[in-house]
């Protein structure tokens, strides 16, 4: 890891209380400041707290928002939860697929975005519901999908 990176977390790690409770919070900065967690950048963070890069890890990977690959700029949360599932939100999440040719859990090349299917985004009288980054979109359909995505190209 470069110099610069370790300055950054450094930064962030200095806004928190020192710690293991402090981990959680610094890596949802640094995830936001790099847009994904690095291996790197979990075992400095492990580092600096003084805590195992075992519990590091544990705790990168345990928590859904974290990623230890890079996500895209777009963020897009196909909602699959039941009041969306019976509106058709599989047949949505696919156009998604096909449009950015990429499949749920991946990133596009140019890492403009990101497509995440999630099981509920609470707001079921809105189904089914898309969320790009934080625009929540209702009653999708696969006709919208083009237009919505185009607002983030």
């Keep these: 890891m470069d110099e610069g990176t370790k300055t950054i977390i450094d930064k962030l790690i200095k ?9 959680v919070s610094i890596f949802q900065d640094v995830q936001e400041q790099q847009g994904y967690l690095s291996e790197d950048a979990i075992r400095y ?4 707290l003084e805590i195992p890069v075992s519990r590091a890890f544990s705790v990168a990977t345990f928590y859904s928002a974290f990623s230890l690959t ?13 009041a969306c599932h019976i509106k058709g939100a599989d047949n949505i999440a696919g156009r998604i697929s096909r449009q950015l040719k990429i499949k749920p859990g991946e990133t596009t090349g140019d890492r403009k975005f990101s497509l995440h ?9 809105l189904a089914p519901v898309v969320k790009v980054n934080d625009d929540t979109y209702a009653g ?5 999908v083009v237009s919505v995505l185009e607002k983030y190209r």
């Design 15 to 23: 806004k928190h209380k020192p710690g293991e409770n402090a981990v």
């Design 45 to 48: 963070v492990s580092e600096k």
């Design 70 to 82: 890079p996500l895209g700029r777009n963020r897009v949360h196909v909602c699959l939860g039941t």
């Design 117 to 125: 299917k999630v099981r509920c985004l609470g707001c079921c009288a």
């Design 140 to 144: 999708v359909s696969q006709d919208q």
